[in-house]
């Protein structure tokens, strides 16, 4: 069944440690985008990417690390890990040109505690 | 720079009251969408509605129902009738098209508990 899928749904890890989430969708949509979600501060925008080799910092980028050479997937990886990115990140993809209206479709969350 | 405000942190009522979530919206843009989504216990983003900023219309699907004002820069959203099932945080959000990216801001979130 086309969609977008997070992976891993849960992660623990550790102070300095390296994390890559993933993200894969099957919709062939161009933009796609990784956001944290705090309590009190709803969603955040971390990195967002317009197509494959482009990418954009967006509210809250520094720590994080994206790459895109493939359409279809879009990983978030935190280089050394903090406390501060204990959180539920989303990834989302959205349609372009006439199809584009800003709605995003989001995957499932996953959610990473650093201890 | 887009802001979305939702000043309602957490909202409770009891099963089969009216609730009114607000939000309030601010964008340089002339056109622009704005959304609702929820998100129930589960974590999903679930998407509710999308509206384009030249259709002030107000809209309704069931229970749910959207007023839409320009003059106030508001977009509010009314559960009728409410139901247990409806307990969730409902986000508000905003398109974001600066860059040339294609982004949402999002306000943050009324939590909405429906007891019986």
Known sequence: DAGITQSPRYKITETGRQVTLMCHQTWSHSYMFWYRQDLGHGLRLIYYSAAADITDKGEVPDGYVVSRSKTENFPLTLESATRSQTSVYFCASSHTGTENTGELFFGEGSRLTVL | ?116
């Open chain 2, 1 to 116: 720079a887009q802001k979305v405000t939702q000043a309602q942190t957490e909202i409770s009522v009891v099963e089969k009251e009216d609730v009114t979530l607000d939000c309030v919206y601010e964008t340089r843009d002339t056109t622009y969408y704005l959304f609702w989504y929820k998100q129930p216990p589960s974590g999903e983003l679930v998407f509710l509605i999308r509206r384009n900023s030249f259709d002030e219309q107000n809209e309704i699907s069931g229970r749910y129902s959207w007023n839409f004002q320009k003059s106030t820069s508001s977009f509010n959203f009314t559960i009728t009738a409410s139901q247990v099932v409806d307990s969730a945080v409902y986000f508000c959000a905003l398109s974001d098209f600066t860059g040339g990216g294609n982004k949402l801001t999002f306000g943050t979130g009324t939590q909405l508990k429906v007891e019986l």
